[in-house]
């Protein structure tokens, strides 16, 4: 894959050893996912399936699973996120980082630890409460000036951006397979990281006519355009908007 | 009297085991930022290998930065708040993120006040191929964004956009600037030297 990940870990009870092989797990996943899903490696499971080499069933679980999570994020998205339509072929990538980050999150809840944090290049799942009884607080930065805050915002669950600010023109427009910047960047909450990382994406790709098809999904999004204007689905949980961001 | 870098390395090494570790798995770069219920804490960049993280975290290279606090609240203000607590003299540690494999080496500066991170620098980074060079340009700043991100009281993390090298380099060049644009008095020499290999 190819990104940064970081962890946060408030292990609360357990032992630091305890939490040091909660996170070795979690590594340990994530090199995983890496060998199974990087388009890097040739011989990587989802570079054999995409060359035609092998049929999705004889591939890992974990491929059916994520194929599963691209034709949702395809449904929720208007068919503006989808990993069918890509240079190169099927590439789950705007998907399988979230969901691995999550995945990863999800070894360490699983070790029982107080509350932790996976942020995977930008993209934030997230477990407990940091301090006290606050969520976690997680700033959006401004895609004019990626030194600076847009808002901050609580997340309980996961955060994913996206943005045209950073990578240039990454986003790619299904219907066309070009380029597209329609916003400056996307930021969505919800469940799963995966699918909010497909969302946003997508949202950058389709603007912000894409915000009213989250209403009957539980995601909720944040739009800041061009002009520095930040647009917000019903829901989505700002904490504070700095003065100039708007 | 300015300290010698094996003094303060085993000034570092003294204090109680670090709680920020740093693990790299293949391609992917992760800075594990452990918390400890104790207020107390250093910071150390260590292995990049959970599995090879040295019992007490130990650094593998030497050297350490010392600020003062005075210095430390004129560098921050204006930007973020300042996060109080008892005067003392900050302490970092400098080591390989990937001693191991063969993506490069780089060496980091940690500041560390008052149990919180305040500052970071990439102080030598190698790297053997565009490859490497690639996975460095992206995962240095954002090593750099959230060991300083922990250090700020109003939010916890940063959700942005992926980094891609160009603005990998910007933000990179940005953040060495901004962290060795006002160096420590005492700072070693090496901290203030550009990045070899990402020019």
């Given at each position: 894959m190819?990104?940064v ?11 630091e ?8 797990r979690a ?25 035609g ?47 691995a980050?999550?995945?990863?999150l ?26 006290g009884?606050?969520?976690?607080a ?14 901050v ?21 299904p ?17 799963d ?15 912000v ?9 539980p995601y ?10 930040i647009?917000?689905?019903?829901g ?11 | ?6 003094r ?25 930022n ?5 207020s107390?804490?250093?910071f ?31 560098r ?27 993506f ?12 919180r ?56 060049q940005?953040a ?12 070693p ?11």
């Amino acid at each position: 894959m190819g990104t940064v990940v970081s962890f946060d870990v408030r292990p609360g009870d357990l032992t630091e050893a305890e939490a040091r092989d909660a996170l070795a797990r979690a590594c340990t996943l994530l090199h995983d996912v890496d060998a199974t899903f990087s388009t890097w490696k040739p011989a990587s499971p989802i570079n054999r399936f995409r060359r035609g080499e092998a049929r999705i069933e004889e591939l890992p679980d974990e491929v059916y699973d994520v194929l599963e999570l691209c034709a949702l994020a395809g449904r929720m998205s208007n068919g503006w996120f989808d990993a069918w339509s890509l240079p190169g072929g099927f590439d789950p990538t705007g998907l399988v980082k979230g969901w691995a980050a999550g995945r990863a999150l999800g070894e360490l809840r699983a070790a029982g630890v107080a509350a932790a944090m996976v942020n995977a290049g930008g993209d934030i799942a997230v477990h407990g409460r940091p301090a006290g009884d606050r969520p976690w607080a997680i700033a959006i930065t401004n895609p004019a000036d990626q030194s600076q805050v847009a808002c901050v915002v609580d997340v309980v669950a996961s955060i994913a951006t996206s943005g045209t600010y950073e990578r240039g023109d990454h986003i790619i427009d299904p219907g066309t397979r070009s380029a597209s910047s329609v916003v400056a960047s996307a930021s969505v909450v919800g469940p799963d990281l995966g699918i909010a990382d497909a969302l946003a994406t997508a949202i950058v790709a389709g603007g912000v006519e894409l915000l009213a098809t989250l209403r009957t999904t539980p995601y909720a999004a944040l739009v800041i355009e061009h002009e520095g204007a930040i647009r917000a689905t019903p829901g989505f949980p700002v904490q504070v908007a700095s003065p100039g961001s708007g | 009297m300015k300290p010698s870098p094996s003094r303060s390395l085993r000034r570092t090494l003294l204090r109680p085991a670090p709680y920020v570790l740093s693990a790299t798995i293949v391609g992917t770069v992760a800075l594990v930022n452990f918390h400890p219920q104790a207020s107390q804490s250093t910071f150390d960049i260590s292995d990049t290998k959970l599995a090879k993280v040295n019992p007490d975290g130990s650094p593998t290279a030497a050297t350490s930065p010392v600020t003062t606090n005075e210095q430390m609240a004129e560098r921050r203000k204006g930007e973020v708040p300042f996060i109080p607590g008892p005067a003392r003299t900050v302490v970092g540690s400098y080591t390989d993120i990937w001693p191991e494999h063969p993506f490069g080496k780089i060496q980091v500066a940690v500041t560390v006040e008052s149990g919180r991170i305040i500052d970071a620098k990439v102080v030598r980074l190698k790297t053997y191929d565009g490859r490497s060079e690639q996975i460095a340009n992206f995962s240095v700043p954002v090593l750099i964004q959230d060991t300083l991100v922990s250090g700020t009281t109003d939010y916890d993390h940063v959700s942005s956009a992926t980094y891609t090298s160009k603005a990998y380099h910007k933000s990179l060049q940005a953040a060495i600037v901004k962290l060795t644009s006002t160096p420590p008095a005492d700072a070693p020499a090496a901290a203030n030297d550009p990045l070899p290999g990402l020019s």
